[in-house]
């Protein structure tokens, strides 16, 4: 988001070099295979020697140079999701090893935020994030969230629980995952209907006073909840879904975040890669992915949906720039303490989203790209209906 994008040279490389053959009618065309598939395709037509996840031509990538706060912890203005990376969510990866090469590699090009949480894997994300990072520790920030059961020796997830002396169990077994000694940013993964966030928040400032964390934030909060908890430990950042598909934030979270200070990360930038033209009705998922129960992935939904996938596609072509680039630019310029965090398990994922650094709109272009989309209904809700009964909870008083 730092500089103009038209006759940009490093842009260009970036066009030319590997990523941008995301949007290339070679990709476009192949829809019918599956999502895997397509974009198997893309690594090997970037590098066919390298091939998997690890292949890509990092040279021909933009640096992410730009940065910005979340309340007061400064992070690069994209940041890498790692929830993907045990290869349970949306199917299986290429390997563990290059997982940790593409976070190195996020590293390599700027990339300074990593998300992850104890139920991702469980506990198998946050080890990978952990393996990846322990050698620049210090030049990274590590995000990560607590709120469930989870069996600390097998695993196995159980359900909600926020309260005080479970939180702390939880980060100390996060801290030996994550190889670190302290966590930069540690949400509470969802609301607990049974326990007070007033309790919630003195725990994680018993935990900031031991030095075990350093900011705190809530994924998914009833509005009166984040009020509540900044007034006892002040919030960093909120995380909520937020993308072209579900704009819900921009009612009241975002509204509040202003208000008190607090950043704000989209979680699903990329509308479960939706937004980034790589899928489409005729995708065929693997079985066992998350999104084939998301209702706005029913085929009939995806029909109608795909008018957002089209304007992007238009405005692609008019700025030179791909559908996924443009879809993070336009979550970024919303507000300067927005920071996406697009999760990718290839690296010519990852290094076509850090291209959205060098996306800029010009005039009235936001204003105008923002009216057609307004224009478009969205079918179908952005959860399961189980997962969505779960998001906007308040918690109880104390
Ligand atoms: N707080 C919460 O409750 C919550 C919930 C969900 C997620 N999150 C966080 O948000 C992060 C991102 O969410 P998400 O992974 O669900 O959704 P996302 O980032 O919107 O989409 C990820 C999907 O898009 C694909 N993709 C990424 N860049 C692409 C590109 N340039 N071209 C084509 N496809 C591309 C990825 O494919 P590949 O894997 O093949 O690269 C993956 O399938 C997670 O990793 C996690 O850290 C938080």
Known sequence: MAHSMSNNNSRRR???????????????????????EQASAADRSASPAAG???????????????RRRLGELEVSSLGLGCQTM?????????????????????VDQGVTLFDTAEVYGPLESERIVGEALEAVRD????????????????????????????????????LQRLRTDHIDLLYQHRVDPSVPIEDV??????LI????????????PGLQTIRRAHAVQPLTAIQNQYNLLARDPEKQVLPLCEELGIGFVPWAPLSYGFTTG?????????????????????????????????????WGVRKGVTPAQLSLAWLQAQKPWIVPIPSATRTLHLLENIGAEEVTFAGDELQEFTTALNAITIAGERLPAQVLAGTGVEAPMP
């Open 201 to 206: 928040a003195g725990a994680v400032k018993e």
């Open 209 to 220: 006073t031991a030095g075990k964390v350093r900011h705190w934030g809530l994924s998914e």
């Open 14 to 36: 970036f066009l030319l070099g590997s990523a941008g053959l995301a949007a290339t009618p070679l990709i476009a065309g192949m829809a019918g295979c599956s999502s895997d």
């Open 86 to 106: 045990p290869g349970a969510l949306y199917g299986p990866v290429s390997s563990r090893a290059d997982m940790i090469t593409i976070i190195r590699t996020a």
């Open 278 to 314: 790589a899928i489409n009705p005729y995708t065929r998922f693997t079985q066992g992915d998350f999104r084939t129960g998301v209702p706005q992935f029913s085929r009939e939904n995806m029909t109608s949906n795909m008018a957002v996938v089209q304007l992007l596609q238009d």
């Open 139 to 174: 030049q990274v920030v590590i995000a990560t969230k607590f709120g469930f059961e989870v069996n600390p020796d097998t695993g196995e997830r159980g359900g909600i629980n926020s309260r005080p002396e479970h939180i702390k169990q939880s980060v100390d077994g996060m």
């Open 52 to 66: 998997g996840a690890g292949g890509g031509t990092a040279t021909a990538a933009v640096t992410l140079s730009s």
